[in-house]
């Protein structure tokens, strides 16, 4: 395991909040929203702002001094929310994870603070596009559009397989995460408190005015956090690393050379030739082993440039996954026709 030197910014990640970064938090915070297991409903520490902030302030420092995150902070209370079908059926719900007020505070603060430590080190790779300030999903179309035009016009073929991670975010190891924290460069006393954070969680379930029995969360990072999103970008880092490590194939854009497209947990990966996309999909398949992730096989799926008889398959513990050809350049063109409607409507109407 690589450590990194502290740098410069390290005590931005830690240091002590003031009631200024307080003030901005509550302030973005939507007033009606319910309480978690504490009962204490964010509209209350609105209304009362200015003489708890001290103590706020106070709790807080206390928390990142230490590095150990509260044990009532620990508890998410899940409330589901049905969405359609049968409503007998657990997967037509949506549960809805709520946390003390308190802790999505300090969360949103060590949020802020993470992303500008990420950004100013340059830590996560180009390649995700996901949760990244300045960054968004239209980026990975406009590259993946590019690619289409590259290789739509010449000999060259474009072979494109869609994959998506089964409950990337609950499968999440955290002792794989606290290697990927500590690898990147992450100061100890951050991880520290991060591993605190995820020690002992628990859950309870409210149905109505009825609360389930207490149960323990062991793996994946918290539903609902803002945190979250880029503790998995740290998570799965390293991907690039592991793909440039094995001589992944790679297909050329100007002068820059890649594998694959993130988003988050989407992955596009990207070849010019059927055996190349073979190769990736094994070299994910074992990367998604160590990283003990799976592959959502029903929503996966892959698309050629060109007309192909070739066929790639993905033999995994999730099943088999066949990513033959599937029409010409048209379906990746809907898609990313599709994205650029609903994020740039201007852009959409000028094609």
Same mark, same amino acid.
């Given at each position: 395991?690589?450590?990194?030197?502290?740098?410069?910014?390290?005590?931005?990640?830690?240091?002590?909040?003031?009631?200024?970064?307080?003030?901005?938090?509550?302030?973005?915070?939507?007033?009606?929203?319910?309480?978690?297991?504490?009962?204490?409903?964010?509209?209350?520490?609105?209304?009362?702002?200015?003489?708890?902030?001290?103590?706020?302030?106070?709790?807080?420092?206390?928390?990142?001094?230490?590095?150990?995150?509260?044990?009532?902070?620990?508890?998410?209370?899940? $409330?589901? @929310?049905?969405?359609?079908?049968?409503?007998?059926?657990?997967?037509?719900?949506?549960?809805?994870?709520?946390?003390?007020?308190?802790?999505?505070?300090?969360?949103?603060? @060590?949020?802020?603070?993470?992303?500008?430590?990420?950004?100013?080190?340059?830590?996560?790779?180009?390649?995700?596009?996901?949760?990244?300030?300045?960054?968004?999903?239209?980026?990975?179309?406009? $590259?993946?559009?590019?690619?289409?035009?590259?290789?739509?016009?010449?000999?060259?073929?474009?072979?494109?397989?869609?994959?998506?991670?089964?409950?990337?975010?609950?499968?999440?190891?955290?002792?794989?995460?606290?290697?990927?924290?500590?690898? $990147?460069?992450?100061?100890?006393?951050?991880?520290?408190?991060?591993?605190?954070?995820?020690?002992?969680?628990?859950?309870?379930?409210?149905?109505?005015?009825?609360?389930?029995?207490?149960?323990?969360?062991?793996?994946?990072?918290?539903?609902?956090?803002?945190?979250?999103?880029?503790?998995?970008?740290?998570?799965?880092?390293?991907?690039?690393?592991?793909?440039?490590?094995?001589?992944?194939?790679?297909?050329?854009?100007?002068?820059?050379? @890649?594998?694959?497209?993130?988003?988050?947990?989407?992955?596009?990966?990207?070849?010019?030739?059927?055996?190349?996309?073979?190769?990736?999909?094994?070299?994910?398949?074992?990367? @998604?082993? $160590?990283?003990?992730?799976?592959?959502?096989?029903?929503?996966?799926?892959?698309?050629?440039?060109?007309?192909?008889?070739?066929?790639?398959?993905?033999?995994?513990?999730?099943?088999?996954?066949?990513?033959?050809?599937?029409?010409?350049?048209?379906?990746?063109?809907?898609?990313?026709?599709?994205?650029?409607?609903?994020?740039?409507?201007?852009?959409?109407?000028?094609?």
């Amino acid at each position: 395991m690589v450590i990194y030197p502290m740098r410069e910014h390290d005590y931005d990640l830690v240091g002590d909040v003031n009631g200024q970064e307080i003030k901005s938090i509550f302030k973005k915070l939507k007033g009606g929203t319910a309480a978690g297991v504490d009962g204490i409903p964010i509209l209350l520490f609105k209304n009362f702002l200015s003489i708890l902030i001290p103590i706020i302030v106070l709790l807080c420092n206390k928390v990142l001094r230490s590095g150990q995150w509260p044990s009532a902070w620990k508890t998410s209370l899940f $409330i589901p @929310l049905f969405k359609r079908g049968n409503p007998k059926a657990h997967e037509n719900y949506r549960l809805i994870a709520l946390v003390p007020a308190l802790s999505k505070v300090l969360e949103k603060i @060590l949020d802020t603070r993470l992303s500008n430590w990420l950004n100013t080190n340059n830590l996560i790779h180009e390649e995700q596009g996901g949760f990244r300030t300045g960054y968004g999903t239209t980026d990975s179309v406009f $590259i993946l559009k590019a690619l289409i035009d590259k290789y739509g016009k010449g000999k060259t073929c474009l072979y494109v397989g869609f994959l998506d991670l089964h409950k990337a975010f609950d499968s999440v190891d955290r002792e794989l995460l606290k290697d990927a924290m500590l690898n $990147i460069g992450l100061p100890h006393s951050f991880v520290r408190l991060i591993v605190s954070m995820y020690t002992c969680v628990s859950g309870i379930i409210q149905v109505g005015n009825r609360f389930s029995k207490l149960f323990d969360i062991k793996r994946g990072v918290k539903q609902g956090s803002t945190l979250s999103p880029k503790l998995f970008n740290i998570f799965i880092n390293d991907v690039v690393n592991f793909l440039e490590n094995r001589w992944a194939p790679k297909v050329s854009l100007g002068t820059q050379k @890649l594998s694959l497209l993130l988003f988050a947990d989407d992955i596009a990966l990207v070849a010019n030739k059927p055996q190349d996309l073979q190769t990736l999909l094994n070299l994910i398949e074992e990367y @998604l082993h $160590i990283k003990k992730l799976r592959l959502n096989t029903e929503k996966s799926e892959g698309n050629y440039e060109k007309n192909n008889d070739g066929q790639c398959v993905w033999y995994g513990q999730e099943g088999k996954l066949n990513i033959k050809y599937d029409g010409p350049a048209k379906p990746l063109q809907d898609r990313f026709k599709e994205k650029l409607k609903t994020s740039c409507p201007e852009m959409y109407e000028e094609m």
